[in-house]
């Protein structure tokens, strides 16, 4: 498996960038009001190196205290390059939207943490694997190498609890898109008027955010939407399958990671930040946090706190649609090495008991 060497080349490279980062003293954005400190970065150096050194130790056969060492390490290490990675949807919205780069250093900052999040979990995967006496590359059991050739399942839609859940998931986006597409509109809502939305807006938008605008439409709603189209895909089969629409690939097989990975970098994210925001605006509204102030355009702290639970809802429900379709089209689409299916029972599936309930 080449994730264990590669998060160890990841941990060698962030450890050289946070501690010239803590040495010269460069500012790294946390969020819009802080900062990395000088030790903080020396410490995620140390922990990215012992994370890459215990993705390289997990794939050798180790004793018991050298297992529980690894797999200390990995627990410890994953949740805080996930958490880091927070801010990668918003990066991404701005890049988008041609709105600009607010801090070269907070975005190196996320990517390093979403590369170094991404390969923990494949080589702690691997290494789960291994601990279990399973094929480190398809999870089954089986004799012989595990570089072989691949079987892969046939196209297939996600099953109808899993299609209702994320439907319901999805509904989260519509009153954060609604009152968006009221201001844009020229519209009123939570007493905030369309004009002064569209001129709060418009002050250091980027020319296709207000070409948008005059059109009616928000960028962020359309960069929701794109969301919205990775999840579809994630359930039926064109997510699978390219279908007759899509030029020079109609009928092949779509990579499994293309639309993986971007599921799994921004429903993560999107989650944590959606749940966060659920959870902080009806405490504001009971007194139990300091009210927001609100900032223009909006006029009381009744609308910015709505406001804020719509944004939770949104953010949260697409987040988590995204992971659990993610689940379900992993499972759907699991390939297992060639020398694994000729051990399968009669009738047994290639992707395992399992995949049906995804």
Known sequence: MWSPKAAALWGVSYAAVEVTWAAAGTTVPW?????????????????????????????????????????????????VFV????????????????????????????????????LLLLAGLSYRRRLHGDCPRCGRPHAGPADGPLDHPTASRAPRR?????????????????????????GDALGVSGDDWRRAMSAGASGPSKAAAAAGIDVTVLAAMAGVFLL???????????????????????????????????????????????????????????????????TTGAGITWFVEFGGLAFGGLGIGLLVAARSHAARTRPVCAGATATEGPGQPANGPSASRC
């Open 83 to 118: 958490v880091g990675m927070n801010g990668l949807p918003i990066h991404f919205v701005t890049i988008a939207t041609l709105s600009g780069v607010e801090s070269a250093t907070g975005l190196a900052q996320v990517l390093l943490n979403t590369a170094g999040a991404a």
């Open 162 to 186: 899993t299609r209702v859940a994320v439907y319901l998931l999805m509904c989260g986006l519509l009153p954060w898109a609604g009152a968006k597409t009221v201001w844009t509109l020229g």
């Open 31 to 79: 969020t819009e009001h802080a900062s990395y400190a000088p030790a903080v970065l020396l410490l995620l150096a140390a922990l990215a190196l012992l994370a890459g050194g215990a993705c390289l130790a997990g794939a050798r056969t180790l004793p018991a205290h050298g297992r529980v060492v690894v797999s200390t390490v990995l627990i410890t290490a994953l949740p």
């Open 232 to 298: 579809l895909g994630l359930l039926f089969r064109w997510g699978q399958v390219f279908p007759r629409w899509t030029p020079f690939l109609s009928g092949r097989r779509v990579p499994r990671l293309l639309p993986l990975v971007p599921a799994w970098l921004t429903g993560l994210p999107l989650a944590m930040y959606g749940l966060f925001l659920t959870i902080t605006a009806p405490l504001m509204a009971a007194g139990v946090l300091p009210e927001l102030q609100p900032p223009p355009p909006f």
